[in-house]
Every structure is written in C-alpha cells, then in structure tokens.
C-alpha cells in the first residue's frame, strides 16, 4: 500500500504533494475490470475544512482508479508526522478494499463478511452503540475500529454517506486491532453497587466518596465531608497533579484477557455530593461493573503503546504475517498535549511495530475491542 501525506496552507499544493508520493495510476485497461480498482483512505485536518469537498475532487479526478473514502477530523496521523491545528492532508491507496456498509446496522450481515469494519461518526451520531454492537455481534470486537470525527460541524465531514452522519467501511484484509487506556492504576479494583440518579451511590456497598476518598489517601474522610470547599480543594489538586481519571469495566474483566486497563473505558470525575456521599463520572456506569482509580501520564501512556504495538509485530511473526498498513486513533487529548511535542506516538508506532505505512487521526473517542472508549490509542494492523 502507499501512503503520501503533507501539510501546506494551500490545499491544491498539499494535495499535489501528496499524489506525488502516491504515485502515478496503474496502466489503464481498455476494458476496465472490476479487481484492478484500487481503494482510498483521505483524512485532512481541520484547517482544511473548508475545503474537504474540493481535496476529495481533486484525489478523485487525478486518481479515478482508487474509491475515495475518509473524514475531515481535528488533526491527522501519517508515517511518522502528527498534525494539530496545522493543514494536512493524508491518503492510503491500496487493495485492502474499502467498502461503505448499508446505514441500518441490522442488515450487515447479509453482506459478504469483510476482514474489519471501520466505524468513522460524528459526535452527534446517537445511534452509534446500536451500531457498535451490530458489528461486533457480526465479526468480533477485535475486528471493529475508528473514532469520533470531534468536534461537530464542518470538522465532522465524511463521505459515504454524508447524510448520516456516520461511515461504515468494510475492509477486505484482515485486522487485527489493539487498545491502549495509557494510563496505571493506583488503586485495587472496586465493585459499584448502587446508582442513583446517574450518580454513583456506593461501592463495595459502602459511601462512594467515602471509598473515593480512602483510594486517594485523602482524609480524615469525616472532616472533609463536612466542608466542602476542603474537599474540593484537596480533589482538584489530586485531579490536577496525578492525571487521576476513573476506570471502569465490566464486571466479567476479571475473565478478560486484555492486561492492565486494555479492559477499561477511562472516565473523568465530574462531580461529587458531599452530603450524600455520591460521586459523578462522565458517561454511563451500571452497577457490578469494575471501577479502579488510575494515573493518566505521559510515561504510562509510553509504556503501554510500547505494549501494544510488541504484542500486534510478535502475533503476526508468529504466524509469519506481514503487515499492509496500520490504522491509529488518538484522542485529541494524547498528542503533543500529553507527550509534550507532536510525533511521539507515530514514532513510537514506528519503531515498535515495524516499517509499514501509518495513517489516522485525532478523535474525540476511540473506537476498538468493542468498546468506545476515550483518552486512549486504538491501533489496527491490515494483515
């Protein structure tokens, strides 16, 4: 597969630039056959925004042997190069076989099963986890990635089908695809055992922000609970200096195969009721699922893309595989944000999965292992 990716102020020079690493087009048939067609991958970065429809034109009619498919997302991810608020443009052409899937999730599996699917959505898209678990219910949760294309409106243009608000691309090659939560724990797991109001009421059937407080070492738990402004004070602090973040999964994790947090969807802490011993997390928890409080940082994150990456190049030396491409989908809060400059996480892709062409975005939440999933890396590798 060959990649090109650029970035330039100007979308006609960006464009250019990348065709030129492209390649010029297979030698024409004169009676054109159906497998000697070529499939796409476009991703531009919200700079060029704008001006999506016009790149998708100008790929398309300097390369009508490739069926484009793609997104305009917040920053993009190409080779060993990241770029965040700077205008990009990448594209993958290959014989992977990029196909759009019908709208209603239902009848996927009357199609031919393809290696993976790649989801791409808007963030108002409401009917994404009824999509999610159509496609895992049909190939797998191992098979599923993408993202959410943050943040809305003109970032969030896609094609095939536009009107939906969603893509669903069939991929011929085989995938195989890996999570990293980037983040360690810091405390044991516990168990929710009560919701009320979509707060957390308790866990391990007692008080939840008296458990909170107990993980984080903070107290005496008595005294803080009884003022408020001391109990914000000492909670910001824990937020702001350890990264601190709320892991949950589902209550069969222990059964999981996936190491560390692989299992875990990573939540914020949004709020807390002093008086009734409640706590609030961003999305949605249920009771009996796992929560464990963890450290989000740079050096975890590292540490655990390391981890996926080895684990993705030794399965496939295993059985004698060579990758085609790999697909990544950061969060838009990983990056340069997290790592402190651009580029870390292509290069660290790079060098531990092996040479093959990179491409991807920045979403505002990461598709992979069955799960939607937030301040994580989701990588798949075609096979």
């Not at 700077?86 to 899937?101: D, Q």
């Not at 969807?265 to 999305?283: F, K, M, N, W, Y």
Request: glycine content about 12%; overall charge neutral.
């Amino acid at each position: 597969m060959r990649l090109g990716h650029a970035t330039h102020a100007d979308w006609r020079i960006a464009c250019e630039l990348v065709l030129a690493q492209l390649g010029l087009p297979e030698r024409r048939f004169s009676r054109p056959r159906a497998h000697a067609r070529l499939s796409g991958l476009i991703y531009a970065s919200a700079p060029l925004a704008g001006d999506f429809a016009r790149i998708v034109a100008e790929l398309a009619g300097r390369r009508p042997d490739v069926d484009w498919f793609g997104a305009c997302a917040p920053g993009i991810i190409a080779g060993q190069g990241e770029y965040l608020d700077e205008p990009a443009v990448a594209a993958l052409v290959g014989g992977a076989g990029l196909a759009p899937l019908p709208a209603d999730p239902d009848s996927w599996p009357s199609a031919s099963p393809p290696g993976g699917l790649l989801l791409l959505v808007r963030p108002d898209f409401i009917d994404l986890p009824v999509r999610l678990r159509g496609a895992t219910g049909w190939l797998g949760a191992d098979a599923v990635f993408g993202g959410v294309i943050a943040d809305g409106g003109a970032m969030s243009r896609l094609l095939h089908p536009p009107a939906h608000g969603a893509s669903a691309l069939a991929v011929g090659a085989r995938t195989v695809t890996r999570s990293s939560a980037g983040a360690v724990a810091i405390a044991a797991p516990r168990r929710i055992t009560s919701i009320r109001g979509g707060q957390i009421e308790t866990i391990d059937h007692r008080p939840a922000l008296e458990v909170l407080l107990e993980d984080l070492r903070i107290g005496p738990v008595t005294e803080l609970r009884r003022s408020p402004i001391a109990l914000l004070k000492v909670l910001r602090e824990a937020i702001a200096g350890q990264g601190l973040l709320v892991a949950i999964a589902p209550a069969d994790v222990r059964r999981a195969a996936r190491p560390g947090l692989a299992s875990h969807r990573l939540h914020e802490l949004v709020g807390i009721d002093p008086a009734a011993g409640q706590i609030a997390v961003s999305g949605t928890t249920i009771p009996d699922e796992r929560l464990t409080l963890c450290r989000r940082d740079a050096a975890a994150a590292r540490t655990d893309l390391i981890r996926i990456c080895t684990e993705l190049r030794e399965e496939l030396e295993a059985e004698g595989c060579k990758p085609l491409a790999a697909h990544y989908v950061s969060c838009v809060a990983r990056g340069r944000h997290l790592f402190g400059s651009s580029g870390v996480e292509a290069a660290l892709i790079a060098h531990n999965l092996g040479e093959c062409p990179l491409i991807g975005f920045f979403g505002g939440g990461e598709i992979g292992n069955g799960q939607i999933r937030g301040y994580s890396g989701v990588l798949t590798v075609l096979v």
